[in-house]
């Protein structure tokens, strides 16, 4: 069994972008997104062969991090408004080549993601996710893979340790201590990627490195800053035990025929 789940606004959002350099006119562009679309699931579906197969859209605008950090993801662009109005049609343009969508009014899709592949995982089962968010990498596993449709690259273990020089069990920590500027996360102030590696190659965790008496100017500025660091943590780490609702049988790809 393998599910494959689509980022679905990380793609729409990439391919209108592409879009609307090519088209003066919003409607054009529009429609040539749904066509991208169209065309990207059908390369992905063949790419992948697929025994189910789901697309994410984020319906939560406002979630437990914003509870906790009112200032997250503030600022980012908003996704245009005549974009936001056809969500629906390119919804129903992914449930004609029989990919369903799912979407909740509390959660994050990063959220419904992590859930969905580290459920599996799980049980043994594989997944691939499609997306850019290099925020998918702390799920890396012999079970779940990152698959970034617009350079056609795997972002697995060997990406991780090329461009962050660290393991995957150690990119929470990293980004707790570098914060994520994408999403507002300030991190520690003063650590930045490089001075984060380190501590992490000395120390490997987080709370190892809080847990020892600081022997240098960096580690007293993490200590200094224990609190920015640890709900850091807790922000860009993905949950992965919500509640469904739904049977991974809905999701089988092709879709079964009436009375099948």
């Known amino acids: 069994m393998q599910l494959l789940i689509i980022d679905a606004l990380n793609l729409i959002r990439r391919l209108h972008a592409v879009q ?4 003066q006119h919003e409607a054009r562009a529009l429609a040539a997104t749904g066509a991208a679309l169209t065309n990207a699931a059908n390369r992905l579906l063949a790419q992948f062969k697929p025994s189910h197969v789901i697309a994410v859209f984020d319906g939560a605008p406002v979630g437990f991090r ?32 029989g990919i369903d969508a799912l979407l909740s009014d509390t959660d994050e899709a990063d959220d419904l993601i992590a859930t969905l592949a580290t459920t599996l995982s799980r049980h043994g089962k594989s997944s691939i996710i499609v997306s850019t968010d290099q925020g998918f990498c702390q799920l890396l596993s012999p079970h779940i893979r990152l698959w970034d449709h617009f350079n056609q690259r795997w972002l697995d273990d060997a990406f991780v340790q090329q461009r962050y020089g660290l393991g995957v069990e150690q990119l929470v920590d990293y980004w707790a201590l570098t914060g994520v500027s994408g999403s507002q996360i300030k991190g520690v102030p003063g650590i930045g990627p490089k001075r984060a590696k380190t501590l992490l190659q000395q120390h490997n965790t987080l709370d190892k490195l809080l847990a020892t008496a600081p022997r240098g100017k960096d580690e007293n500025t993490v200590h200094a800053h224990q609190h920015h660091a640890l709900l850091s943590r807790q922000l860009v780490k993905l949950v992965d035990d919500i509640e469904l609702g739904f049977n991974l049988q809905d999701l089988r790809y092709p879709p079964p025929t009436k009375g099948s």
Not at 20 to 23: E, K, L, S, T, V
Not at 68 to 74: M, T
Request: net charge positive; no cysteine; charged share 20%.
């Open 20 to 23: 609307a350099q090519r088209h």
């Open 66 to 97: 914003h509870h906790l950090y009112p200032e997250y993801k503030a600022g980012r662009k908003a996704m245009p408004e005549s974009l936001q109005n056809s969500l629906g049609e390119l919804q129903q343009l992914l449930w004609q080549q």
